[in-house]
């Protein structure tokens, strides 16, 4: 009877896990082995894939050195400025904010991913384009004042674009601290400075470490923001991919460049998960 029941047990996960591994397999593990087979070959010569085994793509790879060092920066970069902005969203979101308004705040914070991110985009290239800032400041007397096509015009599209991301997986470590932690803090005569970084900063750590993977990992493959706001002079990883895939056509080069960002990812996300492990004292940290 018992050896019944689990065999039905386990032919219902299965049938519930079956749909979501052929899903796997088929759009990421078969796409993934074929960009690897490709990463090994040649250029055709008019254009494409050639069959062949050799190491010479991943050889050129420094000629693309600026897009690595320009996502390999930025990106970072990017995730810290937007942590830098997100923790005092979330804690006050969690911790200080009225019970009867948290959900309508909380529901604003993620408005803006009901509009298309390039729409958004767009937005801000008007806003930083020669009719915008700059020209209010040029009303003033501060003239030729460029802010589009800059280094800084890409951060600023990428928090204003990522921060939904960051706030609420610390909005959710937040959530569910135990206030009489901190009512146990201020008893014991801490401050309100050491009470946050003896207490509260340490146990939201865990949702810090999620949301900086998260935005980190996605910026590792952004293309959009530096393409909009960067005018082409901010060059990501995602945007040597476009070029190499779409205009040179040079599947083998292009395919080298993306199994070195899934490397890159890999090693982002195993860093961050041993961090989290290690500040939360626990194995079983969700990152994503």
Do not use: H
């Not at 055709?44 to 894939?49: D, K, L, V």
């Not at 207490?199 to 910026?219: E, K």
């Amino acid at each position: 009877m018992q050896a019944a029941m689990n065999t039905k047990r386990n032919l219902v996960t299965t049938a519930l896990v079956a749909p979501a591994a052929a899903w796997l397999c088929i759009f990421l593990v078969l796409p993934f082995i074929a960009m690897l087979v490709f990463a090994f070959g040649e250029r055709a010569p008019e254009g494409g894939y050639q069959a062949a085994f050799t190491f010479a793509q991943f050889a050129k790879l420094p000629t693309r050195a600026a897009a690595f060092w320009n996502t390999l920066v930025l990106a970072p970069a990017g995730a810290l400025l937007c942590l830098l902005v997100a923790y005092p969203v979330a804690y006050y979101l969690a911790v200080r904010a009225n019970p009867r308004y948290r959900l309508i705040l909380v529901s604003l914070v993620v408005v803006p991913f009901w509009t298309s991110l390039l729409v958004r985009t767009y937005a801000w290239m008007y806003i930083l384009g020669s009719r915008g800032i700059p020209n209010l400041l040029a009303m003033i007397g501060i003239e030729d004042v460029r802010m589009l096509n800059t280094p800084g015009a890409v951060l600023l599209g990428i928090v204003y674009g990522y921060l939904p991301l960051m706030i609420m997986p610390i909005y959710v470590s937040l959530e569910k601290l135990d206030r009489r932690l901190l009512e146990a803090s201020a008893d014991l005569g801490a401050k309100p400075v050491s009470t946050f970084f003896g207490v509260t900063l340490p146990l939201s750590l865990p949702g810090v470490m999620t949301g900086v993977a998260l935005v980190t990992i996605l910026l590792l493959g952004e293309y959009l923001i530096p393409q909009l706001l960067g005018g082409g002079k901010v060059f990501f990883i995602g945007n040597a991919l476009v070029d190499l895939f779409l205009q040179s056509r040079n599947w083998p080069f292009g395919s080298a460049i993306a199994v070195t960002l899934v490397a890159v990812v890999v090693v982002v996300l195993m860093v961050a998960m041993r961090i989290a492990w290690k500040v939360a004292g626990t194995r079983q940290v969700d990152l994503v």
